[in-house]
């Protein structure tokens, strides 16, 4: 399935839905599977979302939505109803938003927008708690699998990050309903309102997982963001996640840290994303620089 397209099975699903549909627009971003395409029904704006055989995101998705966890952001208009589904098909629809990306515009790195994300992310965090049985343990093997696949660190960093990820022992921290890729990108903003979209990575998992792409992007370049983030949040569940098990002193923050890097930096390569991988080795490095200080 090309980038744009639906396949046979799923034009015909969101054609018994929609029928006479017009496409607005591709929304896509062409790196992986997923096509989110903007379609009139109606008089209606609406968006489709298809993914391919390969794309797991989808599933996530339908499970954030039948789980009833949106639903905190779409009793306020946060975040869009899910109108039609068909798993098999690989095929979404749901209400389209207003509000433009926030993501590589001023909106993206202003305080308020990021008061306001920190807010949103709070309820959404807020709605459950479950104890890990293995969660932590596990994304560190999943990191690990990473190096295990293609990718252009080099061998004396992979060397490093292997030790680095062998010294970090797991922390098992309670788990709360995330995001998953909680940034601009996936911020709309509309005058003093912000909303979410995209549940392709939904899962739970630690809450401080939901604030490292922030750190690695938005909160570097800005400071100001990360202050009013979390003032908005309501605090910041990092503070006291600092282990000593086995002498290392290190925090759980870092070793998110250097989980997501070392993803970052294998998922760019693999899928032919050459500035989101150069931001990976920088994660990388600034990561290893912590640890190793």
Not at 57 to 62: D, K, N
Not at 92 to 106: D, H, M, N, Q, S
Not at 157 to 172: C, F, K, Q, S, Y
Not at 213 to 234: H, I, M, N
Request: with cysteine; hydrophobic share 45%; net charge negative.
């Amino acid at each position: 399935m090309g980038p744009g397209r639906l396949s046979a099975p799923q034009r015909a699903r969101v054609d018994a839905w929609l029928p006479g549909a017009e496409l607005v627009a591709d929304l896509s971003w062409n790196l992986v599977e997923t096509v989110v395409l903007r379609m009139r029904h109606a008089g209606r704006e609406l968006i489709v979302k298809a993914a391919g055989d390969g794309d797991h995101h989808l599933g996530r998705e339908l499970a954030a939505h039948a789980g009833g966890f949106v639903s905190v952001w779409q009793q306020s208009g946060s975040a869009a109803r899910l109108l039609h589904a068909d798993p098999a098909a690989r095929v979404i629809v749901l209400e389209w938003l207003p509000g433009a990306l926030a993501y590589r515009t001023p909106a993206g790195v202003d305080p308020e927008v990021h008061r306001r994300a920190g807010d949103l992310l709070r309820r959404f965090h807020a709605q459950a708690a479950r104890p890990s049985e293995g969660t932590d343990a596990a994304a560190t093997a999943r990191a690990l699998r990473w190096l295990d696949s293609p990718h252009a660190i080099s061998p004396a960093v992979e060397a490093r990050l292997r030790l680095a990820l062998d010294a970090l022992p797991p922390v098992e921290v309670d788990l709360v309903p995330t995001h998953g890729d909680w940034q601009p990108r996936n911020w709309l903003v509309d005058g003093d309102t912000v909303r979410v979209i995209d549940f392709g990575r939904f899962a739970f998992r630690p809450a401080a997982t939901d604030f490292v792409r922030l750190a690695a992007q938005e909160w570097r370049e800005s400071p100001d963001c990360e202050t009013a983030f979390f003032e908005g949040y309501g605090g910041d569940p990092r503070l006291g996640s600092d282990v000593s098990e086995r002498g290392s002193g290190r925090s759980h923050w870092l070793q998110l840290r250097l989980r997501e890097a070392i993803g970052t930096a294998c998922w760019a390569h693999q899928v032919g994303d050459a500035e989101f991988e150069a931001q990976g080795h920088r994660m990388i490095a600034e990561a290893l620089a912590e640890y190793e200080a």
